[in-house]
């Protein structure tokens, strides 16, 4: 027996990714669909295009773009196989199994990561039964660096983006907001707020950008350049420094609804979520989180000198909730164990 795994976007890859490898470690079976970045992350395992004889259960983690996993589960469906999905984040429960059109696809087993997200799902329409909790398996190993490695992160981060490594970091999460999520604002507006905000207020802060794997690039810098005014700071080149090294070294962390958020509220960093002109209530995902400060109108605008405030008297220990996800790896791939040997 085995399983056949997919994986659309990076947030997919992520949830995935330590689970496939604990189950392979404990010896179980297991095919990776050829598909976008899934076959790289694990280039050890067989990657196919047809679904094997021997598999017994397909599991696929979702996207709000990408509608090859969800084809592929509504095919494993129809050759009979269990299908289990990942879910990566706390928006889209039931737009991510229906985003291809065929209608709402129902797998066997929809795991999510905390509480809320259960919640939210069953309110969006999923069945109670096959919702079920199992953290967030990228999430399993994060933890604040180490003050001397965190040091090293701020002095190379300075380096790359040309600003003196003394000054408090302002790390700014961006994705393609407008674009694809019909938010009611775009990311340069967003970025524009913070940048706006952080002029006012005063003090030596310099902002990295981190751009989205989906985002073009040069239209980030643009934005940084139309936006940032004078700030120091701008875009991380890809593949020196991580997103994550990237929130472990910073001072503060804002963005929109990046699961990045969710890890900087975790590892205790003052944490914003800015959506200015926000029309869609389902992108409210950070006000159910104590200590997130969520700013979309102008009269919730004083709001980013407090986390200001909060981020110059230094970061919180990381909070419980990261607990729920240390065992999320392990949990999956005892559930998959069955249909793996």
Same mark, same amino acid.
């Given at each position: 027996?085995?399983?056949?795994? /997919? ?13 496939? &490898? ?40 979702? @996207? ?11 095919? @494993? ?20 199994? &229906? ?58 981060? *300075? ?14 999460? @961006? ?20 940048? %706006?905000?952080?002029? *006012? ?16 690039? *040069? ?8 936006? %940032? ?28 609804? @990046? ?45 980013? /000198?407090?986390?200001? &405030?909060? *981020?110059?008297?230094?970061? %919180? ?10 065992? /999320? ?5 005892? /559930?998959?164990?069955?249909? %793996?040997?």
């Amino acid at each position: 027996m085995a399983i056949l795994a /997919a994986a659309g976007d990076i947030g997919g890859l992520r949830a995935l990714v330590p689970a496939l &490898e604990r189950l392979t470690a404990d010896g179980g079976r297991v095919y990776l669909w050829d598909h976008r970045d899934l076959p790289a992350a694990l280039p050890a395992l067989p990657r196919v295009k047809n679904i094997p004889r021997d598999a017994r259960c397909t599991v696929f983690s979702t @996207s709000v773009a990408d509608t090859v996993p969800l084809e592929l589960a509504r095919r @494993s469906r129809a050759a009979g196989l269990r299908v289990e999905c990942v879910l990566d984040n706390w928006m889209n429960y039931r737009r991510r199994l &229906e985003m291809d059109g065929a209608g709402l696809f129902v797998p066997d087993a929809y795991y999510v990561m905390d509480e809320l997200a259960r919640t939210r799902a069953i309110d969006e329409g999923l069945p109670p039964e096959i919702v079920m909790v199992s953290g967030h398996p990228g999430l399993a190993d994060l933890a604040p660096p180490a003050p001397d490695a965190r040091r090293v992160l701020r002095r190379r981060i *300075a380096e790359l983006m040309g600003f003196d490594a003394g000054v408090e970091l302002i790390v700014w999460v @961006s994705e393609p907001a407008g674009r694809e999520q019909g938010a009611g604002y775009t990311e340069e507006q967003a970025l524009g707020e913070l940048c %706006s905000a952080v002029r *006012a207020n005063g003090g030596p802060w310099a902002i990295c950008v981190l751009a989205h794997p989906r985002e073009d690039r *040069a239209l980030v810098q643009v934005a940084w350049a139309r936006r %940032s005014l004078g700030l120091p700071g701008g875009v991380l080149p890809r593949g020196d420094i991580s997103s994550r090294d990237a929130v472990g070294a910073a001072n503060a962390v804002a963005g929109m609804t @990046s699961i990045l958020l969710y890890e900087s509220w975790l590892l205790g960093r003052p944490t914003l979520s800015l959506q200015p002109g926000l029309v869609r209530d389902d992108l409210r995902i950070y006000r159910a989180r104590q200590g997130v400060f969520c700013v979309e109108t102008a009269q919730e605008r004083p709001r980013i /000198a407090a986390w200001l &405030e909060q *981020a110059k008297e230094g970061a %919180s220990p990381p909070r419980p909730e990261l607990e729920t996800h240390r065992g /999320a790896a392990l949990r999956l791939a005892g /559930a998959w164990r069955p249909y %793996s040997l």
